[in-house]
């Protein structure tokens, strides 16, 4: 299985970034795939989630109304749209796909069987 993720870079305060990910040697279909966020010192932590359908989604509370997740379970991918972008948005953005997953354990790292590299995103202020 691999997961590539891409489209991070330096962004200004207030601007927008799309994040891709592209997943191989999996059946895409049947894994929730997100977006978790790591920054310097801090934990791993949820920024969006999207169940096997796309029908569920769920977002850290940070970032409800400026991120939106979507996927293509044609193309074997998944977006993260960040839009009004924060130095608070700083860190290392990885994409993460896991099996039946049940609504509570959505947000848990531990919940998500595939990680990729990682991409960085910076946000200057």
């Known amino acids: 299985v691999q997961l590539q993720a891409s489209g991070g870079g330096l962004v200004q305060a207030g601007g927008s970034l799309r994040l891709s990910c592209a997943a191989s040697?999996?059946?895409?279909?049947?894994?929730?795939m997100a977006w978790f966020r790591q920054a310097p010192g801090k934990e791993r932590e949820l920024a969006a989630t999207i169940r096997q359908s796309g029908g569920t989604t769920v977002y850290a509370d940070s970032v409800k109304g400026r991120f939106t997740i979507s996927r293509d379970n044609v193309k074997n991918m998944v977006y993260l749209q960040m839009n009004n972008l924060t130095p608070d948005d700083t860190a290392v953005y990885y994409c993460?796909?896991?099996?039946?997953?049940?609504?509570?354990?959505?947000?848990?790292?531990?919940?998500?069987?595939?990680w990729g590299r990682g991409t960085q995103v910076t946000v200057s202020s």
């Open positions: 040697g999996m059946t895409f279909r049947d894994y929730a």
């Open positions: 993460a796909a896991g099996p039946r997953i049940i609504y509570s354990s959505l947000a848990a790292p531990s919940s998500y069987v595939h």
